[in-house]
Structures are given as C-alpha cells and as structure tokens.
C-alpha cells in the first residue's frame, strides 16, 4: 500500500511510462505498470517529472530590496556594491525576513526546492545572518536553504570581517565563502583564499566562493582555489562562483587551468543572468558576454550548476525564481543548443547543484525523498523551450504548490474548442 502513485511519468533520462509510488514521504518503487494500492492516485499523462529545481547561487539577504534605498542607475557591479553598503545600515530583522520568506514563496511555486544563499558577514551586527538562520529553521519543512558566509566587501578589505566570518560559522552558517577579486590586491586576493580554504579545513565546512567576477583576464584566483583545496585534501567539497574572467582569458592559459580545476576536484557555478548583464560593462564594441567558459569545463570534467544570482535586488531589477530561465539563459550565453548541450543546462540547475549542495536523498529511486515537480512538457528540452509550467510541486510526497496548464481557449469555427499548448506546439511543420 502506497499513500501516494504517479502513473504515467516521464523521467528526465528518458524512460517514459513510469509510475512512482511513495510511501512515509520517500519514493518506494519506479516502474512501469507499478501494480499497487494507494491512498491517491495522480495520472500525469506522459509530463515530465523531474526531482526539484536547486539553485547553487543565491543572496537572499538582498532579494526583493530593489529600488531601495534608489535603483541602481549605471547598472553596474560595483555601483551594485556601493547601494547595498548604503542599504546594509538601514536594514531590519523583520523586513529580510519577511523578504526572504516571500521570495521562499515564488521558489515554492517555480517547483525551486533547495537554494544555496550567500549571505554578508561585513555587517558586525550579522543581522543578515541571525535572520536567513531564522528563515532556514522556518522553511525547512519544504524548502532546503544552505548558507554561505559572504564577506561582500572583502575578508582582508573590510575591517573586522574575518571575525565576523567566523562567528557567522559558529552561529551555525554551513559554508565558507570569499571574494579575492575584491580585495585590494591580487597578493591580498590569494592571501584571502589561503585563510578561506585553511579555516574550513579546520572546521570540516565546504568552500563557495565568489571568484574573478570581472572581465579582468589576469583575474587568476580560481588557480589559487585550486591549488588549496588540492593542497588542503578539500575535493569536492569547494565551489568557484561566477569565474567570469575565464571569458576573457588567454586560450593558452586556460588549457592549463582547466586540467588543474578538474584534478582539484573544484566545482564551477555560473550564473547566466547576472553575467551577461553586469559583465563586458566596459567594452564598446564588440561586447563581451562575461559567462565562464561552460562547454569547455564540462568537458574538462568540471562539474557546473547554474545560479540565479539575483532576484529584484541592488544588481538585478527582474527575476522570480524560475531555474528554467536561468538554465535557458545560460544555454544561450553558452551557445549549448545541441541536445545534449540542452540536457547539460537542465542538469546544471537539477542534479549537478544537488550534489554541489550534497543534498540528501535527491533524484526519482527507490530511498529518494518524494520531492518532485510535474512540468507541463515531456521532455527537459521542450521545458527549457517552453519554460514549463509546474503543475504540481511535491514536498515529501506532499502537494505544496500547483498551477493551472497554459491552455488557449479559442472556441472558433473550425478550431478545436480547447488547446493544449504543449501538443499544439509539437503538431506537424
Ligand atoms: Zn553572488
């Protein structure tokens, strides 16, 4: 006896006809013609069912602050930086709250189940910090929210933020992150990495660190990340964000680095929609678009996820927690249109942030949590085309959020009184 069967699924590696059937919250049995009772039964028709969305690289102590204290005017990163320094002191406890739970909201609804939020430690009250741990412990029954502590304006920079970093860990912040880039040399850059990777080598943690978000080719911190977390034995455990200066790298040099980020065991987290707005900001033309080199580090060995980044904060205006907006960007930026370049974007925001997180008990087996999303598509290509509407979103075998299909209703002569986009899409040349 089941408490719950999905018949009918498509699965994202391709096996069609399948039937889920979850028992106590975890996925019991996947095959087809799964002979069973359950409690309930929901045929999903051939749509995709895919385990959630996961996004590797978010700030949700900035979400939904946008125009606060004023909109950024130059669009820039660094006037990004500058609006958040005047924003930081006017903060409260209940607004990032308030914030960060509606943003948890849209994710809910987006079929977005698991982020891995940065979160700025430069502030010595750790306001930031006290209230994302809050929202963590809140929305832990549907929603996974792992934090990193991000000192934003530099480890070295700013004063007392290797103190702060460090309390932010004790408070019980789960990962340790950086931005060399920032500090105010390239010798204080990898100073910051060496301390960075030590203290979590001390403490058990992983590394996630904003790295050469510039256009600045001579932006080589992520060669410095990987040699400590080589030298440190911290493979699989680090993660390079951004790492946008590979765009404008020496070919040459980029054939060493690649073999080097791979032996390190360093994931790469890029993030399409931020990138390909706040990089090549000083080029005329022809303009650079600032993304790291995708293609080539997945076929390096590298894994790569893509983030979000940014939603309607000091560095974004637009946004909603739409992972298949990110992954379509990002196959755009990269120019991935073949079909497994497409399957490579899906999977860089699904299973390739989840084990970045090290997520537990993600993917559709038997043992799995019942976390799932029903898409209206059926196949991970055709939702990155039609950025799928989440029919159902499952938390623990749980129906937590739903949306009705996208139907044209044309009720025409001649026309057939209802059409259902996706078969209407897919329908003869
Ligand atoms: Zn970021």
Redesign the pocket.
């Known amino acids: 006896m089941f408490d719950l069967i999905l018949r009918q699924c498509a699965l994202p590696d391709g096996r069609g006809g399948i039937d889920i059937g979850i028992r106590d919250g975890r996925i019991v049995a996947v095959e087809a013609g799964l002979a069973a009772a359950a409690g309930e039964v929901i045929d999903v028709a051939g749509q995709l069912v895919t385990p959630p969305f996961v996004d590797a690289?978010f700030?949700m102590d900035a979400t939904l602050s946008y125009g606060l204290p004023r909109v950024n005017q130059s669009g820039t990163l660094l006037e990004g930086i500058a609006l958040w320094g005047e924003l930081k002191p006017l903060l409260t406890q209940d607004a990032l709250v308030e914030r960060a739970l509606a943003y948890c909201d849209w994710a809910v609804a987006k079929g977005l189940l698991a982020i891995r939020s940065?979160v700025d430690v430069c502030d010595p009250r750790l306001l930031a910090v006290e209230a994302l741990l809050h929202v963590k412990e809140k929305v832990r029954p549907y929603l996974d929210l792992q934090l990193v502590a991000f000192p934003q304006d530099g480890v070295l920079r700013a004063p007392g933020a290797l103190d702060n970093l460090k309390r932010a860990l004790a408070m019980g912040v789960d990962v340790v992150g950086g931005i060399p880039h920032f500090e105010r040399t390239m010798a204080d850059g990898a100073e910051s990495v060496r301390i960075l990777c030590e203290l979590a080598a001390e403490r058990g943690l992983p590394v996630d660190m904003?790295c050469d978000e510039s256009d600045d080719p001579l932006s080589r911190h992520i060669e410095t990340l990987a040699f400590h977390t080589r030298r440190l034995g911290l493979q699989g455990r680090v993660a390079g964000?951004?790492l946008t200066s590979m765009h404008s790298m020496d070919n040459y040099y980029v054939s060493k680095l690649l073999p080097l980020i791979a032996e390190a065991g360093v994931a790469a987290i890029a993030?399409p929609l931020i990138n390909i707005t706040l990089q090549g900001r000083h080029d005329t033309y022809p303009r650079r678009r600032g993304m790291t080199r995708v293609p080539e580090l997945l076929a390096a060995g590298v894994p790569v996820a893509f983030g979000h980044?940014c939603v309607m904060d000091p560095w974004y205006s637009l946004g909603s927690g739409d992972m298949l907006e990110v992954a379509a960007m990002g196959l755009h930026v990269a120019q991935m249109t073949s079909q497994d370049g497409m399957r490579a974007c899906f999977a860089a925001v699904t299973d390739t942030p989840a084990r970045i997180l090290g997520l537990e008990g993600y993917g559709i087996a038997p043992g799995c949590r019942a976390d799932l999303v029903v898409l209206q598509a059926g196949d991970p290509i055709e939702a990155l085309r039609l950025r799928a509407t989440r029919l159902l979103v499952l938390r623990a075998g749980r129906v937590i959020a739903r949306t009705p299909p996208a139907i044209a209703t044309l009720d025409l002569p001649g026309r057939p009184g209802s059409v259902d986009f996706r078969q209407a899409a897919g329908r003869g040349h």
């Open positions: 690289h700030h940065h904003h964000s951004h993030n980044d």
